[in-house]
């Protein structure tokens, strides 16, 4: 049977301005699978889900991104999320005026706020602008509001563990799952998922199939995401530049 790719990235270039941050990146991320990106600061991970995302500004040089068989390289972002392309972002803006439980219903009128609210412990905030005065914790909750509410077939989170004490963590991690229909076997996932961490905890409760590692604009290595921990946390990045695993 063929692996359907939900996203398949060839070759991509991406820049902001004049600074040329992806480099040659190569990553597949198949139907039912969530992977985790690992790298250094700077090295462009969240620059390459923001290019996935089409975010102004991230200009793709040369290369292309594909989801669900469509070339989507030159798409807008609402098409991309229309096509049910979904991102928690790392630092995301307050919006003024516009109260996270209306937020929910342009995002989905379908969407029952009340439950999702409650499965993130939430419902205090529904009333509140989305994300003002939200502490670095609170924004990450409301980031996964948004995604229950939107039910992206892919969906990326960029550093959704930062800030967020343990309890929390363990919420966002099995939102994560139900998000990727980890509640389902194994051949009947369609959904899949990337995730951005810096120290892995929340991957205790979550799964995850894959990871990856960046450096310098690239992604220079591929495997078990264990494995891949294991490594850096015993060799650091240095440990990753002198290994010759190849990217997959
Ligand atoms: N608007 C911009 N103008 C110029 N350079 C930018 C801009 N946005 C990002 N960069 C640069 O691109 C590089 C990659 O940034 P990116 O945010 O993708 O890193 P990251 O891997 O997500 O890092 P972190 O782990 O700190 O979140 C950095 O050197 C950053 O300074
Ligand atoms: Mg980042």
Request: charged share 25%.
């Amino acid at each position: 049977m063929e692996v359907v790719r939900l996203l398949d990235i060839r070759n991509l270039y991406v820049s902001i301005g004049d600074k040329q941050v992806l480099k040659d990146v190569n990553l597949r991320v198949g139907s039912g699978e969530t992977h985790a990106l690992f790298g250094p600061n700077g090295t462009g991970k969240t620059t390459l889900l923001n290019a996935i995302m089409g975010l102004p500004r991230y200009e793709v040089d040369s290369g292309s991104i594909l989801f669900k068989g469509q070339d989507i390289t030159r798409m807008s972002m609402d098409q991309r999320a229309r096509l049910g392309i979904g991102m928690a972002f790392q630092r995301p803006p307050a919006i003024r005026g516009l109260k996270l439980k209306d937020l929910i219903k342009i995002i989905n009128p379908g969407a029952d706020g009340g439950r999702i609210l409650k499965q993130m412990d939430f419902e205090n905030f529904a009333n509140r602008d989305v994300n003002r005065g939200f502490s670095g914790g609170e924004v990450k909750r409301s980031e996964m509001v948004q995604l229950l509410a939107q039910q992206p077939d892919f969906t990326m989170l960029d550093e959704p563990d930062s800030g967020v004490d343990l309890e929390n963590i363990k919420l966002i991690g099995e939102a994560i799952d139900i998000l990727t229909q980890k509640d389902t076997r194994p051949s009947a996932r369609i959904k899949s998922g990337i995730i951005i961490t810096h120290f892995g905890h929340i991957l205790d409760y979550m799964k995850t199939d894959r990871a990856h590692v960046m450096l310098g604009g690239s992604v220079v290595c591929s495997g078990d995401p264990k494995e891949i921990l294991e490594q850096i946390k015993a060799n650091g990045y240095e440990g990753c530049v002198a290994c010759m695993c190849p990217a997959k």
